[in-house]
Every structure is written in structure tokens, then in C-alpha cells.
């Protein structure tokens, strides 16, 4: 008779049947996963141990191999006493018997001869350690104690061939490499041996006496920097290493060393990991680079450098009232290649998965991109698909208000005074401007409004806008809008029309298409690594159609944020 969970599966396959029959889509398919006979097969394994584990049997005979004994002891053995005790014997049997007993008696362990009585003090227990290497690499680096010049090996790879051995550990002393003594050679002679074994490699050492076992969580990392262990000249072991770019998911598995962490990159990370610099090494190596880079930029910025009215944030012409100057003087602002204060005082950002609650605010979508890419097409036709849920938030200007305009409708309308106000001493605007002698500006209160009354909000920022937003209220997931080739360009923009200061409406250029391209490349170099995902404005309706399904996933599905958006309280009053 079935039970449990077979029982269920049958009824679920019943009713499978009868969708496949009134044909509802995709009911064959998961039909015939339902019916396939390796899954009914899997269901009677598990339930079979589960019945085994309900009934927890006791062996009825710790030691069944004495049964040959017991029956040899009968005086006078009947016909069916010495036919027992033939089959007893037979060397099935006995085997057989005998892996009983093991199970019976839980006894898996090889027995070991104990040690000798009389061991001399400076006796050291030696282990023998064989590898079968398998064109991998060993998955330990070793290092030389400076003073006695003994080999050690300094770290085990996570998830590598030493370390899936469970035979090698940080701090054993290699006596032997293949037969080779290892004693006063130079560490790269000793790599060398290594490398060169083929098939396997034995080793001799002597355990550290004292066993680290390191159970760290692991924990999860996205690199706000770029690194090449093979540009790398203090890596102990470029082979070792693993190199990244800014954006990369990694899951670190090891920080026990202050220098040198493990890694594996995620998603699909590899089975073992790889070696990275800890954030104090990589913090210490890129202000290096970064105080060189200054030194020699500082010249030709102070030679370059306008003061204007407010400290430069940037704004978009999606305000539709500023107009374009050139791409030239715009890129300058956001795209400079030198990294970013913040990614110098953080290398890795700690992030964790966040999966937003229904009863929960609408996670900040953030559209970045290019100025012409289409980014404010793009928002305002997801804005028209859906403005039940899709808005933007409302900005301030010191304009007058127009015949029909209302307040709070197209601006909030407020004083010069309060807008220089709410500027300096309460820091509320991601994006401010000023055009024909009136500001505008998009607060974060405006944004705030939007996202309390249960609404999306959605809007476009130059990319230094970014880091005003990261706030543990909105979690903005960032939508990078990536121009597609020249190529594309042209045959996709014949139509439109580009705004700048000079023209109000004009065609493109054959200019702005190689401007549009580069700058888009700039952009995403720089600031990729806060990018959540990328959409290739080619098909504006496919480009529509993309965004509106990752902006589904960003709200229903878990996501990686930083762990300061998830945990700690917002800070962004300093
Ligand atoms: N995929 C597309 N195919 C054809 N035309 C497009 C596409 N995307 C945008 N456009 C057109 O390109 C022009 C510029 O787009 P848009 O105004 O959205 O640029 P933008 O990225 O918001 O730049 P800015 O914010 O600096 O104005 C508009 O005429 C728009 O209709």
C-alpha cells in the first residue's frame, strides 16, 4: 500500500492529468516531471529511511560472526546443524557476517596499534600525506620562518585539493616533497618540486601541534574596486589569487589572515576559493595609487576649475529646463576615471540578501545613464504603462507658478530663501540647477512622499546623485541604461529628437551617437559597481519591456543590498 508522500504524489499526478487535458499550458511539462519514474523512486528511498528512522531497529546480535562458533559447539550435529554450518563458514557468509557487526557495533575507525611505551622525549609524530593531484592545483601556499628557514605551509585553499584531503593545515612543517627533503631549500625550489610532481605528490610533515579549526561564517562582499592578482607583486601566490572587478559578487570564506582573505565569486561560484587582499591591504594599496594619481591631476584641475554657486552634484536634463551644454563639459563632472573617495575608505561592501516584505515599502528605482540615452523616455513611459503604480517624485523651483500649473502637481513652488535653506543646512537635494536665473532642485522628502504613499518611485540621476540616495528607507536598486552600438544608434534614433542649449529640438549627430557610446562606457567603468542591472536601450519598446520585468524581480525577489541599508539606522543628517 502507498503511504505519505507517494500517496501525494499520485493525487498531485491525477490532477496534473486533467490540466494536461484541458490543455493549460505547461501541465505536460510538469506532468511528465511528476511521473518520471527516477523522482517515485527517489520518494520510496527517502521514505523507506524514514520508516527506518521511525522504527530505530537494535541488532538482535552485536556479534552475528559467533554464530559458526555456537553451532560448532553441538556434540552430536544433526544433518541440519553441520548444513548450517557449512553455509556459515563460507567466506560470503563470514564477510558478510562480519560487516554486520561493524554496523551493529558502530565500529568504522581503523584501529591503530597503540604508540610505544618508551618514546624518547624529542620524539616527533611524523604523517605521511599523499595527494593525488589530478592537473589541479595543491591549494596551499607555504611560507619560510625567516629564522630557522624550515618550509611551512602558510594557508590552506578553501575548497581546494589540500583541503578537501582534510590531511594538510596551516602551520605543519614540511619535512618532505616526493622523497626530496626540503631542508634549507628556498621556498621557490620547493614550489618548483611541487608543480613539477605529476600524478601524485607525497608529502612529510610534521603537524603543528596545535590544531586551528577555523569555522568562520561566511560572509558576503561586493567589490567596489577593481583587482588582477597577476599585477599584484606582494600576492604570495599570483597562481593562488582571484582576480575581480568592481561590481563582483564574492563570498568570503576566510579573513583569519589580516593581509590575505578566500574567496569564491558568486554566482556559480568556483568549487574552491581564491586568494584576495584583505580591505586593509586593498585600502593601503589603492591610496598608494591614488595619492601618485593626485599629485599629478591636482595641477591640471586647479587650471580647469570654475566655482559656481552651488558645489557641483550635477543634474540631468530630464528637468527638461535645463538644456544641454556638451557631452565634453558633463562627462567631465561624472565620469573622471579616479576612484571614488568611498570606494578608497571601503574596497568591499558588506551585503546580504534582502527580501522585501508585501506589508513594506516599495524599494527606490534609480534609472542612470547617459545624457540622450533615453533614460527620461524611459521613465516616463513606464510611468504611463502603469501610473497607478509607477510616479516621480515632484520638484522644487523658485519659478513662478503658470497658468494651470498647480502646487504640487508640476513643482512645489517655494521662495529663493527656502530653497537656499533646505540646500544648506538641511542637505535635501539629490539633483538642483539653475536655469534662466530660477533653481530647481528633487528632494529627498519629494522622493519620500512618493514611496509612503505606497507608490514606486522612479527616477533618473546623474551618477553622483547615487551615493545621496543610498539610504536605508528607499533601498534604491540602480538600473544602469546602456547606450548600443553607433551602429544601432542610427538606426534606431532616426526619429528622435535630442534637446540641448543651443537647439531645442534637432536630429542627432553622427557626433552625439560616438559621444553617446563613449560617455555610456565612462559611466559604467566608474560607477558599476552600484549598478543592481543593465538594460541596452536598442528597441525602446524591448528596452520598456525589460525594465519593467527587472523592476518585478527588484521588488518580489531577494537581492543583495548593502548590509547598512538592512541593519543600521539612516545617517545621512552628518
Ligand atoms: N530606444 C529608443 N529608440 C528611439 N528613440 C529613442 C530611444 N530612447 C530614447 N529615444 C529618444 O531619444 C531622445 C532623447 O531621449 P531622452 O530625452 O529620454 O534622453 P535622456 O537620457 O533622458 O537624456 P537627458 O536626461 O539628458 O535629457 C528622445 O527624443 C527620445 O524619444
Known amino acids: 500500500m502507498l503511504s505519505g508522500v507517494s500517496e501525494v504524489l499520485s493525487s498531485v499526478v491525477e490532477d496534473v492529468s486533467e490540466a494536461v487535458n484541458r490543455n493549460i499550458s505547461g501541465s505536460q511539462l510538469l506532468h511528465e516531471l511528476l511521473s518520471a519514474p527516477w523522482l517515485r523512486a527517489l520518494l520510496k528511498i527517502y ?36 548444513e548450517l554450518y557449512n553455509l556459515l563458514s563460507s567466506p560470503h557468509v563470514q564477510a558478510l557476517l562480519s ?18 611505551d618508551e618514546l624518547p622525549e624529542d620524539e616527533e609524530a611524523m604523517r605521511i600525506v599523499c595527494l593525488v593531484k589530478n592537473n589541479q592545483p595543491l591549494g596551499a601556499t607555504i611560507r619560510r620562518d625567516e629564522v630557522t628557514g624550515d618550509i611551512y605551509i602558510a594557508r590552506v585553499i578553501h575548497g581546494g585539493l589540500a583541503d578537501r584531503s582534510g590531511l594538510l593545515h596551516p602551520g605543519d612543517l614540511i619535512v618532505e616533497v616526493n622523497g626530496n627533503s626540503v631542508v634549507g631549500l628556498e621556498p621557490e625550489k620547493v614550489i618548483q618540486i611541487l608543480n613539477s610532481s605529476i600524478g601524485t605528490i607525497l608529502f612529510k610533515v610534521i603537524p603543528r601541534s596545535t590544531q586551528v579549526t577555523s569555522s568562520q561564517k561566511p560572509v558576503y562582499m561586493r567589490a567596489m574596486v577593481d583587482y588582477c592578482p597577476l599585477q599584484d607583486s606582494s600576492i604570495p601566490c599570483p597562481d593562488a589569487g582571484m582576480a575581480f572587478i568592481r561590481g563582483d559578487l564574492l563570498e568570503v570564506v576566510d579573513q583569519s589572515d589580516a593581509l590575505w582573505w ?11 576559493a581564491g586568494l584576495i587582499p584583505s580591505a586593509s591591504m586593498l585600502r593601503s ?90 533614460v527620461n523616455e524611459l521613465r516616463k513611459r513606464l510611468i504611463k504603462l502603469n501610473p497607478s503604480t509607477f510616479q516621480g517624485p515632484v520638484p522644487h523651483t523658485t519659478r513662478p507658478i503658470k497658468e494651470g500649473e498647480q502646487a504640487g502637481r508640476e513643482y512645489h513652488f517655494v521662495t529663493k530663501e527656502l530653497f537656499e535653506y533646505m540646500f544648506c543646512s538641511i542637505f535635501r537635494f539629490v539633483e538642483y540647477g539653475e536655469s534662466k536665473s530660477h533653481l530647481y532642485g528633487t528632494s529627498i522628502d519629494a522622493i519620500d512622499e512618493v514611496v509612503k504613499r505606497g507608490r514606486m518611485c522612479i527616477i533618473d540621476v546623474e551618477p553622483p546623485g547615487i551615493h545621496l540616495l543610498r539610504l536605508r528607507n528607499l533601498k534604491p536598486y ?97
Open 478 to 574: 540602480v538600473i544602469f541604461i546602456k547606450a548600443p552600438s553607433p551602429e544601432t544608434l542610427r538606426q534606431t534614433r532616426r526619429n528622435a529628437r535630442i534637446i540641448t542649449s543651443y537647439a531645442v529640438n534637432r536630429a542627432f549627430t553622427e557626433e552625439d551617437f560616438l559621444e553617446l557610446e563613449d560617455t555610456s562606457q565612462l559611466i559604467e567603468a566608474k560607477y558599476k559597481q552600484y549598478f543592481d542591472n543593465v538594460v541596452v536601450n536598442d528597441d525602446l519598446q524591448d528596452a520598456c519591456m525589460q525594465l519593467c520585468s527587472i523592476i518585478q524581480q527588484a521588488q518580489n525577489e531577494p537581492q543583495w543590498i548593502p548590509t547598512d541599508m538592512n541593519i543600521n539606522t539612516e545617517s545621512r543628517s552628518k
Open 47 to 82: 521514505e523507506c529511511l524514514m520508516q527506518f528512522q521511525r522504527l530505530s531497529p537494535s541488532p538482535l546480535l552485536p556479534c552475528a560472526s559467533g554464530l559458526l562458533f555456537e553451532v560448532s559447539k553441538a556434540h552430536r550435529p544433526s544433518a541440519e546443524a553441520r
Open 262 to 272: 578566500q574567496a569564491r565569486k558568486l554566482p556559480c561560484g568556483a568549487s574552491f
Open 99 to 116: 560487516s554486520h557487526d561493524s554496523v551493529a557495533q558502530s565500529d568504522y575507525l581503523p584501529v591503530l596499534s597503540p604508540l610505544p
Open 285 to 374: 594599496k589603492h591610496k598608494e595609487q591614488w595619492c601618485i594619481k593626485t599629485r599629478l591631476n591636482v595641477v591640471i584641475f586647479s587650471q580647469k576649475h570654475e566655482s559656481t554657486f552651488f558645489p557641483s552634484a550635477g543634474f540631468r536634463r530630464s528637468f527638461r529646463l535645463w538644456r544641454r551644454t556638451s557631452y565634453r563639459r558633463r562627462r567631465q563632472s561624472c565620469t573622471s576615471c579616479s576612484p571614488s573617495s568611498s570606494a578608497l575608505s571601503s574596497p568591499y561592501e558588506e551585503v546580504a540578501l534582502y527580501q522585501r516584505l508585501p506589508q513594506e515599502n516599495h524599494r527606490l528605482i534609480i534609472l542612470i545613464g547617459a545624457s540622450g540615452v533615453g
